[in-house]
């Protein structure tokens, strides 16, 4: 006779395919059910339901691990496809939107700026969030990472604060008129420890993580402030994340300022190892490559933004292949306008099979020939943005679905669109086909987050003339007509 359920126990029962994050063949569980307790998973395979069990239908559906999202800054939310910056390269982009606009912010624009980011994150299926945060400034009147915290609990998501900011007031921001003061490198070491005693919870499936995130290392701060920077992660058991090697821009830059390459810089500075994310890593020559691939450092890869601001496509097969753990992040959405996870790893399994076609050369013109069919499979992108995430942000009970882990869990039900009908393997279907596959369920540890493609009780039409009055809002702050 089987156990009575827990009170916690939840059985997803009947799933048409269970993608769980891990390498190779244990890419793909035969399920066809998981069982939830107490916020892990406890079993997968053909289970029956205890008695008492709460038992959610899945058929028709497919069951991936919840999403990681290692690079993000939700305040972005409120200034997607500004004019000025649309078509614009970074640095231009950056001018034009980001800075333009960033000290209209008050602390209405930005908790409502995060709340919008995360909503369309939860929606998609994402559990994990890691912001780099770089609103902050001397005598600022409101807490933004204390806010990121708070919203992010409101949905009952994991938030990992990467806490931007800088000692340095780069050029193309000295010349804007609202241009924001720097920090001292002591108001900042202070603020991290702040943070780290408040905040961070070094558990492996930690709700809230503080890292040491300047907001890019060869132009925010000097090279001796990096350095304790780095330092005083490491003595606090901190992370490091940051910006790097975006486009050709930033290569030259760093070379004019530094005589050396960007990846080389952050060493010379200790910024590279285990503890080490950075996201785009899109310029890199193959010594870089190599020093990242035997440091272990890591990449969040963000290929929507990547494209939007035309700075190219990260070489993601040569920095697994050297050894970089790989990892998908959306980055904020003044760059991207779909900042969700369904439309990020979609975009990056396109531009890295497009990737390996553009570097084909014909025969008949001296090269090899057709080239592009191994550059990454749908397996490949949904172990990057799950498992993945999980081991940049070093969150080793997230991110993949396996007996003892957290139940982070999103069940996508494929029976409501055309889009999904007609699949030969199913379990592609929420990256392979795009869009946004309706979510039925989202569990972050065990919680239910999202039900049927909405979360209960968010107000989405309220959401949504909370933003358009807000734009109006930032637009006049920064004297648009
Ligand atoms: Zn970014």
Request: aromatic fraction near 6%; charged fraction near 20%.
């Amino acid at each position: 006779m089987s156990e009575p359920a827990t009170a916690q126990s939840v059985l997803i029962q009947g799933a048409d395919a269970i993608l769980t994050g891990l390498p190779g063949a244990a890419a793909r569980h035969a399920g066809p059910d998981l069982r939830m307790e107490d916020g892990r998973i406890a079993a997968l395979g053909a289970l029956d339901p205890l008695p008492g069990e709460h038992v959610v239908d899945a058929r028709g559906c497919v069951i991936y691990p919840a999403w990681v999202n290692t690079h993000h800054h939700l305040f972005q939310s409120l200034l997607k496809g500004e004019p000025q910056g649309l078509n614009a390269t970074l640095t231009p982009w950056l001018a034009a939107t980001p800075y333009r606009f960033r000290s209209g912010f008050d602390e209405h624009h930005f908790r409502l700026a995060a709340r919008i980011g995360l909503v369309e994150l939860a929606l998609s299926g994402c559990a994990t969030v890691a912001d780099h945060n770089y609103l902050y400034h001397p005598g600022m009147p409101f807490d933004t990472s204390a806010i990121l915290f708070e919203e992010a609990e409101r949905l009952g998501l994991r938030m990992v604060l990467c806490r931007g900011g800088a000692t340095i007031t780069r050029q193309l921001e000295a010349d804007l008129p609202q241009a924001l003061r720097p920090e001292t490198l002591d108001s900042y070491l202070a603020d991290i420890e702040r943070l780290a005693a408040r905040y961070h919870d070094a558990a492996p499936d930690a709700m809230r993580r503080v890292v040491v995130a300047p907001t890019t290392p060869p132009f925010s701060m000097r090279p001796g402030e990096l350095r304790e920077c780095a330092a005083l992660a490491r003595r606090l058991g901190l992370r490091l994340h940051s910006h790097l090697s975006e486009t050709v821009g930033y290569q030259d830059s760093v070379f004019a300022q530094h005589a050396t390459s960007p990846v080389r810089f952050c060493e010379s500075v200790d910024w590279v190892g285990e503890d080490v994310w950075f996201a785009h890593l899109v310029k890199l020559d193959a010594e870089e490559i190599a020093l990242l691939g035997a440091t272990r450092t890591g990449i969040a890869h963000c290929p929507q933004s990547n494209g939007r601001l035309g700075s190219g496509i990260a070489p993601l097969q040569a920095l697994e292949a050297a050894g970089v753990p790989v990892s998908i992040g959306v980055d904020g959405a003044a760059s991207n306008e779909a900042a969700d996870m369904i439309s990020e790893t979609h975009a990056a399994w396109l531009m890295q099979r497009a990737k390996g076609g553009e570097a084909a050369v014909a025969r008949c013109r001296g090269g090899q020939g057709e080239a592009g069919a191994d550059a990454a499979s749908v397996d490949d992108v949904v172990r990057w943005a799950t498992a993945g995430g999980a081991a940049v942000l070093g969150l080793p009970r997230i991110g993949t679905l396996a007996t003892g882990q957290a139940a982070d869990i999103a069940v996508y039900d494929l029976s409501r669109n055309p889009r999904h009908f007609g699949l030969h393997d199913v379990g592609i279907a929420p990256v392979a086909s795009g869009g946004q596959a309706h979510l039925r369920r989202l569990y972050v540890g065990g919680q239910e987050r999202v039900r049927d493609g909405a979360i209960p009780g968010l107000d989405m039409a309220e959401l949504g003339a909370q933003a358009r009055a807000a734009v109006q809002a930032l637009k006049t702050a920064a004297g648009v007509a």
